[in-house]
């Protein structure tokens, strides 16, 4: 009743407290334009944003902690239920290397003793990685763990380790000049950007249709 009566109070402009999930590798793409343009198209709504890993969040909005998300899913996973959203684009994980390396390396066999740098625990591109390899019966080695992206490309150009990276943030890296992508036979991770709230949420509808609208933009560019 109270979702009712805030969507058709007044002028029918939406207004409230909005809280929102944005998982950790989409922030860049969330926070800026996107966000900006939400908060001057609707300055009646105020945004409570937190950021966290996809499947917390997701389960934050199921739970009702959270009104909504901006998440990231394989490819191949589906909604759970009572849980509504749109697919607003795609991201694709890589294989970083150094450059400078002469890295003939093209199948998860050839993985062994690799050290890699990468997000800490609970990241889902870390999970897939970790289940891809041990499918090959490679152990993972993790040599660092940290949030930062480029961080862990510029550790990758200094060839301390490799790296998973969506493609996005390495074609905007300040070193990308000193990396490569190894396309390696068996390890592709595809992935959907979501954004999702709970079903009947009346007054998100606007403000998530043009949030949608402008995600799809940003993600609908290309990296040069």
């Known amino acids: 009743m109270?979702?009712?009566?805030?969507?058709?109070?007044?002028?029918?402009?939406?207004?409230?407290?909005?809280?929102?999930?944005?998982a950790h590798a989409l922030t860049e793409i969330a926070l800026t334009r996107p966000l900006d343009f939400?908060?001057?198209?609707?300055?009646?709504?105020?945004?409570?944003?937190?950021?966290?890993?996809s499947r917390v969040l997701l389960e934050r909005?199921?739970?009702?902690?959270?009104?909504?998300?901006?998440?990231?899913?394989?490819?191949?996973?589906?909604?759970?239920?009572?849980?509504?959203?749109?697919?607003?684009?795609?991201?694709?994980?890589?294989?970083?290397?150094?450059?400078?390396k002469a890295v003939r390396r093209r199948k998860a066999e050839d993985l062994r003793g690799v050290h890699w740098i990468?997000?800490?625990?609970?990241?889902?591109?870390?999970?897939?990685?970790?289940?891809?390899?041990?499918?090959?019966?490679?152990e993972m080695h993790v040599a660092l763990e940290t949030y930062n992206y480029e961080l862990q490309l510029n550790?990758?150009?200094?060839?301390?380790?490799?790296?998973?990276?969506?493609?996005?943030?390495?074609?905007?890296?300040?070193?990308?000049?000193?990396l490569r992508v190894l396309p390696i036979d068996g390890l592709r991770f595809p992935l959907t950007v979501w954004t999702v709230t709970r079903e009947a949420e009346m007054r998100l509808v606007a403000v998530i249709e043009q949030f949608n609208r402008q995600l799809n933009e940003k993600l609908s560019v290309r990296p040069r």
């Open 61 to 100: 909005v199921r739970a009702g902690s959270l009104d909504g998300a901006l998440i990231l899913l394989p490819e191949e996973d589906v909604l759970p239920a009572g849980i509504q959203g749109v697919a607003v684009g795609k991201e694709q994980l890589v294989v970083v290397a150094p450059k400078e």
């Open 118 to 138: 990468l997000n800490p625990e609970g990241c889902g591109a870390r999970s897939n990685l970790q289940r891809a390899l041990q499918r090959h019966n490679v």
């Open 155 to 178: 550790l990758v150009a200094r060839n301390r380790g490799w790296s998973l990276v969506p493609s996005r943030i390495l074609h905007r890296s300040a070193v990308r000049a000193r």
């Open 38 to 53: 939400i908060r001057k198209k609707f300055p009646r709504v105020d945004i409570r944003l937190t950021t966290g890993w």
């Open 2 to 22: 109270r979702e009712v009566q805030e969507a058709i109070a007044g002028d029918g402009v939406p207004a409230g407290e909005l809280k929102v999930g944005v």
